[in-house]
């Protein structure tokens, strides 16, 4: 994904770290990424835990597969109806149109259970300064479902660290409680695990003992 800087416009900076097309993932007929049983979560006093992302080219489901390990509950990957050109540029296109019209893209995932999680852990990309145009549709779908749930974002970036991602969050699903959220830039992202046990730490969540 990444080209030298176009004519006019950032183009590395408005896809921010979009990252990885893998299998699709849902709760409803696709199964889990990695699911462990919600009770072992509750046991350890995070509360029955979600983790979920959108991810292009791999970066933040590593950031997401580092918090899973740590909190337990379920892994689910985010994937559009429709899948993003091949072709960088036209994928910038597209996600630039989604992001000034709001027309985002409809998708492939939905979680029928996500009222009854406790935290739910949302990570994006960052495209453009701002949460990318699939999670801000996830969001969409399910902002009634999570008001009153605790919700930690998650981003992986190339400049922009947070961008205006909680003003997004709280735009569109004003009802979440909304906690601190992590950035960890694109390059350091196949090695997240320092990052995310301090910011877990910050939340004031437990951790899992993990063999390293």
């Known amino acids: ?12 900076r408005f896809l921010g770290v979009a990252a990885g097309a893998t299998v699709a993932v849902g709760l409803a007929g696709f199964g889990f990424l990695h699911g462990v049983p919600a009770a072992r979560a509750q046991a350890r006093g995070v509360g029955r835990a979600l983790t979920v992302f959108y991810s292009r080219t791999g970066h933040t489901r590593s950031v997401a597969e580092a918090i899973h390990r740590r909190v337990g509950g379920d892994l689910v990957r985010v994937d559009t109806a429709t899948p993003y050109p091949e ?5 910038v296109a597209q996600a630039r149109r989604e992001r000034d019209s709001g027309a985002w893209p409809q998708l492939a995932t939905r979680v029928e259970s996500i009222r009854d999680y406790d935290i739910v852990f949302l990570g ?3 495209w453009g300064d701002h949460l990318n ?8 779908d399910h902002a009634a479902a999570l008001s009153g749930t605790a919700l ?4 992986t970036y190339i400049v922009s660290r947070m961008g205006q991602v909680r ?7 004003p009802g979440v409680r909304l906690r601190d959220g992590l950035a960890i830039r694109g390059e350091d992202a196949a090695r997240p695990d320092r990052d995310v046990d301090v910011w877990l ?12």
Request: aromatic residues 6%.
């Open 1 to 12: 994904m990444s080209r030298p800087q176009a004519t006019g416009i950032d183009r590395r």
């Open 87 to 91: 072709d960088y540029d036209a994928t």
């Open 124 to 126: 994006t990309p960052i």
């Open 133 to 140: 145009p699939p999670m801000k549709r996830f969001l969409s």
């Open 152 to 155: 930690a974002p998650f981003a």
């Open 167 to 173: 003003g997004n969050i709280l735009d569109i699903a």
């Open 201 to 212: 730490g910050r939340l004031g969540l437990p951790l899992r003992q993990i063999e390293r």
